[in-house]
């Protein structure tokens, strides 16, 4: 089992920064692939960007390609997404998420309980 808490996420104007942190517990984060997915109101949960487990493969959704920078720190057991330019747009909730096995993942087994970003314009 992992345990994945999220915190960083408040409040913040457009063009702002924010840095995001999954931190995990359990068996061993450096076996798992980590992503960050985010969920707005009203839409599905999608794709942001993921690490592979040393952080030398990542992979990011073109909506925040440039923007976004994904990495992980296993000593710590964290992960973390810096996110800069922030549009309105990226108002969501943002979850993370570990997988084993291949990567790119097909798929995640774990999944922390999220984090609010909220963008003003």
């Known amino acids: 089992q992992v345990q994945l808490i999220e915190s960083g996420g408040r409040l913040v104007q457009a063009g702002g920064s924010l840095r995001l942190a999954c931190t995990a517990s359990?068996?061993?984060?450096?076996?798992?692939?980590a992503g960050w997915f985010r969920q707005a109101p009203g839409k599905e949960r999608e794709f942001v960007a993921v690490?592979?487990?040393?952080?030398?493969?990542?992979s990011y959704a073109d909506s925040v390609k440039g923007r976004f920078t994904i990495s992980r720190d296993n000593a710590k057991n964290t992960v973390y997404l810096q996110m800069n330019s922030l549009k309105p747009e990226d108002t969501a909730v943002y979850y993370c998420?570990?997988?084993?096995?291949?990567?790119?993942?097909?798929?995640?087994?774990?999944w922390g309980q999220g984090t609010q970003v909220t963008v003003s314009s």
């Open positions: 998420a570990a997988a084993s096995g291949s990567y790119p993942p097909l798929g995640y087994e774990y």
């Open positions: 690490a592979n487990w040393s952080g030398a493969r990542t």
């Open positions: 359990g068996r061993t984060f450096s076996m798992y692939a």
